[in-house]
C-alpha cells in the first residue's frame, strides 16, 4: 500500500520517528514498515544532489524485495529494526502538538494554520535542543551526513552495493572494497542508502567507530570504521532548515540573487567572489538593511570584510552559522559602479 504525505501533520508521531529515519531536507522518502507499525527502512532522499535522476526505480524494486525477504525470514526478531511494535491506541498524536513544535512556531511567527512542512519540522526538532540550552551546529546542522563523508559509494541501482571506496576515508583504512554487499551496520539491517545514513546519523560527530558486516565472495566479513572529530561535515548551505531555525539570524533583507556574466568580467568580480543583488520582493517592506539605505539596484561584494561567492539560500544559511541578533553587520557594496559600505544591527 502507498500513500502520498505532503503533510507531517497528517502522520501519527508515534509511528514515524522522523529525527531518526528522515534527512527532512531531502525530497521522495518512502518508508517501509510491518504490519505492527515497526519501521524496517527507508528509500530515497540520498543522494547530494537534489535531481530526479539520482533516484533509481530499479533501487527501490531491489530495496522491496530485501525488505520482503527480510519479512518473512524467521531471524528477522534477531536484528535491531525499531523494537517493539507501536501502541497506537487513542487519538493520533499530531507534529504540530509536539511542545518542541509549539514553541518554534511561537518564536518564529510562523503562519497556525499551515501545513507542517519537511524542513519547519526538522527546525522544530532544533528547537527542542536550543530551548533545553544543549544546541551546538556541530550536533545539530550536520546530524544528517552522506556515505562519502565515510568513504562510500553505492551503486545507484541497487542501493547497497559499494561501487566504490574514496581513497584514504575511513573506510578505506578499515579495508572496505568495491564489490562489497552492505548487510548491517552497528548491528542494524541496511536495506538501502538511506538505512545506511540514518544509521550514520545517529552517531556522533566526535571521534567514534562503526562496524559493518558485509558480504564478499558469497561470505560475511566485518570491518570496523574509525572517524575522528568533525567526521561529519560537509556543504550545508543548501539546507531550507537552517534557514527556518532560530538560532543565529538572518541577513536583514529577503532574498539574494547571483550576478552573472559579463556583468561580473566588467565589474572586475572573480568567479569565487560574491556578487549579489538584494531582492525585497513586490513591495519594500521594512527591515534593518533597507532601513540602512541597501537598495535592490545594489551590489553586494563583501559581508564583514569576507566575499565568498554565496547567494540565496545560502547567503541566509551563511548569516545563521556566523551572526547573531544584534550584531554589527557591514556590507561592502557596488552602488552604480562605486564602492562604499552601509552598516546596520542583524536583526
Given amino acids: 500500500m502507498k500513500c502520498r504525505i505532503d503533510d507531517l501533520d497528517r502522520t501519527d508521531a508515534r509511528v514515524f520517528n522522523f529525527l531518526r529515519y528522515q534527512d527532512l531536507d531531502k525530497l521522495y522518502w518512502v518508508w517501509l514498515m510491518a504490519p505492527d507499525g515497526r519501521t524496517y527502512g527507508v528509500f ?5 544532489s537534489v535531481e530526479d535522476k539520482e533516484i533509481s526505480l530499479d533501487a527501490m524494486d531491489n530495496v522491496l524485495k530485501r525488505v520482503l525477504s527480510f519479512h518473512y525470514a524467521e ?3 534477531k536484528w535491531d529494526y525499531v523494537g517493539s511494535s507501536v501502541n497506537t491506541a487513542g487519538e493520533q498524536l499530531k507534529f504540530s502538538s509536539l511542545p518542541f513544535y509549539k514553541s518554534w512556531k511561537e518564536k518564529t511567527k510562523e503562519d497556525a494554520e499551515g ?4 524542513h519547519d519540522a526538522y527546525a522544530a526538532y532544533n528547537q527542542r535542543e536550543i530551548d533545553a540550552r544543549r544546541f551546538s551546529t556541530e550536533a545539530e546542522f550536520y546530524r544528517w551526513t552522506f556515505s562519502e563523508n565515510a568513504g562510500i559509494e553505492f551503486s545507484k541501482d541497487d542501493g547497497v ?7 584514504g576515508s575511513a573506510a578505506d583504512k578499515a579495508g572496505v572494497s ?5 548487510v548491517s551496520a552497528n548491528g542494524r539491517m541496511v536495506f538501502s542508502e538511506a538505512d545506511f545514513r540514518a544509521c550514520l546519523s545517529a552517531l ?3 571521534s567514534c567507530e562503526l562496524e559493518l558486516v558485509l558480504l564478499r565472495n558469497g561470505e560475511l566479513v566485518r570491518k570496523k570504521l574509525s572517524f575522528r572529530k568533525n567526521w561529519k561535515e560537509h556543504d550545508i548551505y543548501w539546507r531550507k532548515s537552517i534557514t527556518k531555525t532560530t538560532y543565529g539570524t538572518s541577513p536583514g533583507f529577503p532574498w539574494t540573487f547571483r550576478v552573472k556574466e559579463p556583468q561580473r568580467t566588467k565589474l572586475n568580480i572573480g568567479p569565487d567572489e560574491m556578487a549579489a543583488k538584494p531582492w525585497y520582493g513586490r513591495g519594500k517592506g521594512s527591515s534593518p538593511a533597507y532601513d540602512a539605505g541597501l537598495r535592490g539596484h545594489h551590489i553586494i561584494i563583501a559581508v ?17 552559522l556566523n551572526f547573531k541578533p544584534g550584531q554589527r553587520i557591514t556590507l561592502t557594496i557596488l552602488d552604480n559602479g562605486k564602492k562604499r559600505k552601509i552598516t546596520y544591527k542583524a536583526p
Fill in 75 to 77: 531471524v528477522k526478531e
Fill in 304 to 320: 564583514n570584510g569576507e566575499n565568498p561567492d554565496i547567494f540565496g539560500r545560502a547567503m541566509q544559511v551563511y548569516f545563521k
Fill in 44 to 48: 530515497g532522499g540520498s543522494n547530494r
Fill in 115 to 118: 501545513c507542517v512542512r519537511c
Fill in 204 to 206: 556522533t560527530h566526535r
Fill in 161 to 167: 552495493v559499494i561501487s566504490s571506496v574514496i581513497r
Fill in 178 to 182: 568495491s564489490g562489497d554487499r552492505l
